[in-house]
């Protein structure tokens, strides 16, 4: 089983559109949650952390669940410029395979 | 601005030659980190070096070998070049901080091996 599992999509959403991404990991003594965004021919750059008590920063809110050994990602009224590859990281360097994002008009 | 730089944008090498990939950050970050990402399997983490003349094996290092000589610099060296490892390359660096560490990232080098 892979350490850290995504949904690679792709998911296309329309503009305005509320939409979510999971990924899963399975080494429960984890202790540090990331989601980078990476754009087409670009390296990948952080989006946000993901504490325990969740986190929120504009239309992103990043949610940890230990329980069930998960983070999430939801994005609020997409916009065109959301489209990108979303990759999770655990541990700082075990990068989960990515979920492709396009938004359309 | 942190800014990690890579040697090579694009290489193609031939299959047995010996090939090196370097990689230089200007921030002084005591971590390195090498990354190979094909399309359907993410980054996959091939080693990392948390100071001077330290390594360890990440996830994939067969094949691979890396020098770490100063603290700016990380090399990846491929002992004998091989057909499956074409690929995209990523160097990263961080700081070594408690807690959770935010990686940079450079632009990559795309490998072709013939």
Redesign the interface.
Known sequence: RKEVE?D?GPFNVPEGATVAFNCTYSNSAS????WYRQDCR?????LM?VYSSGNEDGRFTAQLNRASQYISLLIRDSKLSDSATY?C?VN???????TRLTVKP | DVKVTQSSRYLVKRTGEKVFLECVQDMDHENM?W?RQDP??????IY?SYDVKMKEK?DIPEGYSVSREKKERFSLILESASTNQTSMY?CAS?PMSR?????F????TRLTVL
């Open positions: 995504q690679p202790q540090s949650f990331f670009k390296e990948p750059k952080l952390s990759l990281v700082d360097m075990r990068f989960g395979a990515g | 980190f990354y359907g399997l993410g980054l996959r983490l990392f990440g990523l961080s807690g959770g560490n935010e990686q990232f450079g632009p990559g």
